[in-house]
């Protein structure tokens, strides 16, 4: 990446990764790569010999989403991309958990095949909760591939998993609802769990500012308690850019991705960044 160019990012997780990269940092950006709906367990685990049928899914993306995790392919989408100048990693949604076949297929339980019926017809399939001791075991392991599918790549210096909880109130002050019938306090109780996980195998990890962790009525998703807080924390990859340590700082005023914060105010102060 050099000055003249944006940075190329490659997403593995939610709108909250690439809302934060869109709303943030557009202008310096672009999105080659947004692997969404899929958990981590479904990389490298195709459900390709008891797959169901398509469902019908309003848009498009849901589709292909759909399809790449069926076919186990999010992880390879990144490690065939072109020139990724940075990866970010967030847990958003592996929320619901996934499904596992008797001879480990794996599909994503996702907030777009729920509506459809989809998983009423995996009778002989297994529901592995978020959360749980299977979930977490299974978890470690494939972030354990990961990193060493990264590293092969040289894609391990240039990623970033996001310490994302979800918000707890909104900025009115009221408790934040419900987001599928899940409470920002039980995710709250079970992420630090995975991002240990990353923060063990030596991954980067970056956290938005605890008092910037609210929702609002007026976010563009409504008032989830695992993204809404997104409006308050769209600016926090600028404040916090120094601490993404693979893309250091040239000097104390100026960071890698060409950002010169002050307050609320970006200006842009482009770099000849090797990374």
Request: charged share 25%.
């Amino acid at each position: 990446m050099t000055a003249n160019e944006p940075a190329r990012v490659a997403i593995l997780g939610s709108c909250v990764s690439r809302d934060m990269i869109q709303m943030s940092l557009s202008d310096m950006t672009r999105v080659p790569v947004y692997v969404a709906r899929q958990s981590v367990l479904s990389y490298y685990h195709p459900a390709t010999d008891n797959k169901p049928e398509h469902p019908e899914f309003p848009h498009p993306f849901q589709l292909n989403s759909y399809k790449s995790d069926v076919y186990g392919t999010g992880l390879k989408q990144v490690l065939i991309a072109e020139d990724i100048d940075l990866v970010l990693i967030d847990l958003v949604d592996e929320r619901h958990g996934v499904y596992v076949s008797p001879i480990g297929e794996v599909i994503t339980r996702s907030i777009d095949g729920i509506p459809t019926g989809l998983y009423d017809t995996l009778t002989d399939w297994d529901l592995v909760e978020f959360g749980t001791p299977e979930h977490l075991v299974a978890y470690s392991q494939q972030a354990e591939m990961m990193k060493d599918k990264l590293i092969e790549k040289g894609l391990f210096e240039k990623t970033v998993v996001i310490h994302s909880p979800w918000a707890t109130h909104l900025k009115t002050g009221e408790e934040a609802p419900l987001s599928m019938g899940k409470t920002a306090d039980w995710a709250n109780a079970i992420l630090p769990s995975y991002w240990k996980i990353y923060e063990d195998l030596g991954f980067t990890i970056i956290k938005p500012d605890p008092d910037t962790i609210l929702g609002d009525r007026e976010h563009r998703w409504g008032r989830h308690p695992s993204i809404t807080f997104l409006n308050f924390t769209i600016r926090w990859p600028n404040r916090f850019a120094p601490t993404w340590k693979r893309l250091p700082p040239t000097d104390e005023n100026s960071c890698s991705l060409a950002v010169l914060v002050s307050g609320e105010r970006r200006t842009s102060a482009p770099l000849d960044v090797a990374l």
